[in-house]
């Protein structure tokens, strides 16, 4: 058994006796028992039952090795009785063998995956009781898929890898967002909050909101498949849904230069009753993929009525980007559980290939459709329909005698954004006209809208904005990532900055309050806004890190919180960029992440460690969303020193600087 089996990448144990078994069954936690029937002292029946007793060895599969033939019924019966989950004639054939020692030693490592997913989940003593019965439950299907994988042969097998990959990639898709959420949070702490500051936590929390979604997805596919998936009926207001799905993906499209856009068909009801985390979880998904595949363009999220009932209404929404396009013959794979158009298309750009599979599933349950309409290199729309109740007691009546027959200059070269403002405006009873900053000065206007031209491979070339005489009411329109603070456009006779992109509640917010105040600007006007300085009062550390992350937000939390310990850092996005920056230049410390494209961060470490000299022995520390004692294993076997878990502690990224940073003296 031990010559069929050897090179298999597992471990064997031995017993020549039942007794034997049974001392040895207690030490291990097997992935699989190979039984034979006919031993010295206890038979195998007897070995099975006493099996079975105990608490510590109950679960564990076991295969029967038996030379009787499969004509005895009762010989077959007394066997399962006894706990065996299959049979295997003697000599057993070695094909066969293999093929069953390798479906159940997949079972037992997805097993241990959802275990520590279990593990995770319990942050909270509340979730206990629910985390232990989902765990049995899953375990209960892991039993019961191995009593059919004789019939399920060689699909059962590629099916188990294809979901232990799965599981695996969920872990890293959990933390990676859990890491920013919980960084960006974490350096808030360490401010006072102004206005601005407000809008940023506001960004976090709906970042939270769709990582829990993130979180449940794996619940989610098997409470569909098995049917037991149910929505809430809830009120909200699509606005905040469809707004807050485009904000989610606007650092990540804007630091790529992208316009990002959402509309409502002017005159849709908005006051809704549903599920507003399911249309959201859809949204981002959809949205976040358009944004991952597009290099230059638009993104744009829209809104429009495709049937309109007296106490319902069926919304059709598009998502469409100028980005690289799908191929015609893989397009009907992308909504396909674990599959995807293109593996090379995970190594390049991440995600699980599942969150399409669980959009199909989850707008057919919303009495909906979802397709997509591609060509490649020309850019990707998908569209979806979902049927949703009308909540009759809320609307949208109170902004608009607020802001009724106002009328407002828009000054935006971008013909996509100028149509989302328009289309705001005129909902609110506004009447919107195009025109140049200089217009202001000549026509009788309520407030002006200005969006400077922005360029992101120009540092700084939207910083400069021109002054404003302060005679109207002006709101200079700016990005997440370029945010200049109220103080400084006030200095500039600007009444506020608008955020893009533009949310309909920080719209009419911003208008209220300019409009109320009129166009005091300067220095009366001006409020404290805290800046983040890297620690000039923290003279422990020295030298430069790199920080190799593919994740935008990741970076940015990683080079904050260095940056409040006084530690200046360059970031990278993947493995090879990692390994020339170390190859090119002088760093101190390297923070890599081990799951990034184009080459990972185990193998860039091995590929460091080949560079001769100084540079190949530079400290590299692991950032690694799998907490498994393996992971770590695996770790250090490519040649890291450290090790540190997202999301990512201050207090332990200070314990790896004391180790390697610690200025002398």
């Not at 040895?24 to 039952?49: C, H, K, N, T």
């Not at 599981?167 to 601005?196: C, F």
């Not at 809320?394 to 149509?419: I, M, P």
Request: proline share 4%; glycine share 8%.
């Amino acid at each position: 058994m031990t010559r069929l089996l050897r090179d298999m990448d597992v471990e064997i144990v031995g017993a020549q006796s039942g007794e034997e078994a049974l001392e040895r069954a207690d030490q291990r936690d097997y992935a699989l028992i190979l039984l034979d029937v006919s031993m010295p002292g206890m038979d195998g029946f007897e070995v099975a039952e006493e099996l079975r007793k105990s608490p510590y060895t109950a679960r564990i599969p076991i295969v029967f090795l038996t030379s009787m033939g499969g004509g005895e019924r009762s010989y077959l019966h007394r066997g399962y009785d006894a706990g065996a989950v299959d049979f295997l004639s003697k000599p057993p054939d070695p094909l066969i063998l293999r093929s069953k020692v390798s479906i159940f030693c997949e079972l037992k490592r997805a097993q241990q995956l959802v275990e520590e997913q279990v593990e995770v989940r319990r942050a909270a003593e509340a979730s206990l009781a629910l985390a232990y019965e989902e765990s049995r439950k899953l375990n209960k299907k892991l039993e019961e898929s191995a009593t059919r994988a004789n019939q399920l042969a060689a699909q059962a097998e590629l099916g188990a890898l294809a979901k232990a990959q799965f599981l695996a990639s969920m872990s890293h898709e959990i933390r990676t967002p859990l890491n920013g959420v919980l960084g960006m949070n974490g350096l808030l702490l360490d401010t006072k909050l102004s206005d601005e500051q407000r809008e940023m936590v506001q960004t976090a929390i709906y970042s939270g909101e769709v990582l829990l979604g993130i979180i449940n997805d794996i619940l989610d596919y098997s409470k569909i498949e098995a049917g037991k998936m149910q929505l809430e009926s809830i009120p909200f207001d699509l606005f905040d849904i469809v707004e807050e799905a485009i904000e989610m993906v606007s650092i990540k499209g804007q630091e790529k230069g992208l316009t990002l856009v959402s509309q409502v068909e002017p005159g849709t009801s908005t006051a809704l009753l549903g599920d507003p985390g399911r249309l959201r979880q859809i949204l981002v998904n959809l949205t976040n993929n358009a944004v991952k595949f597009t290099d230059d363009g638009v993104v744009s999220l829209r809104v429009a009525v495709e049937a309109d009932e007296e106490d319902a209404i069926v919304l059709r929404f598009s998502v469409e980007d100028t980005g690289i396009g799908i191929p015609s013959d893989v397009q009907e794979k992308l909504f396909q559980a674990f599959e995807q158009a293109d593996l090379s298309t995970t190594r390049n750009f991440g995600g699980t290939g599942l969150g399409l599979a669980i959009c199909r599933r989850l707008v057919s349950i919303m009495g909906g459709t979802i397709k997509v309409d591609s060509q490649e290199g020309a850019g990707s729309t998908f569209r979806f329909t979902a049927r949703f109740l009308k909540d009759p007691s809320s609307d949208r009546e109170g902004w608009k005698r607020e802001f009724s027959g106002k009328q407002f200059l828009v000054c935006d070269e971008n013909e996509a954004r100028r149509a989302v403002l328009k289309g705001y405006l005129e909902a609110l009873g506004a009447q919107c006209t195009f025109g140049l900053l200089a217009d202001g000065e000549t026509g009788t206007w309520d407030a002006i809208f200005y969006a400077p031209p922005w360029e992101p491979a120009q540092e700084g070339a939207d910083g400069e904005i021109p002054r404003v005489s302060g005679r109207v009411p002006a709101i200079v329109l700016g990005m997440m990532t370029r945010r200049r603070g109220e103080e400084r456009v006030r200095s500039l006779g600007y009444g506020a900055e608008l955020i893009q992109p533009i949310r309909f509640r920080n719209l009419c917010r911003k208008l209220g309050a300019v409009l109320g105040e009129g166009s005091r600007s300067g220095a009366d006007q001006r409020t404290s806004s805290p800046t983040s300085h890297p620690s000039e009062a923290n003279p422990a550390y020295q030298g430069v890190v790199l920080v190799a992350d593919y994740n935008l937000v990741n970076q940015r939390v990683a080079a904050k919180m260095l940056a409040q310990l006084g530690i200046s850092s360059e970031c990278v996005s993947n493995g090879l960029e990692a390994v020339e920056a170390a190859r090119d230049g002088a760093y101190d410390l390297i923070l890599m992440d081990c799951e990034m494209p184009k080459l990972d961060g185990l193998d860039a470490t091995r590929e460091i460690r080949q560079i001769a000299g100084k540079l190949g022995k530079v400290p590299v520390v692991a950032l690694t969303a799998s907490a498994m004692i393996s992971d770590r294993k695996r770790c250090e076997e490519a040649g890291m020193d450290a090790h540190l878990s997202k999301p990512v502690r201050r207090d332990e990224l200070e314990e790896v600087l004391q180790r390697w940073l610690l200025r002398d003296g």
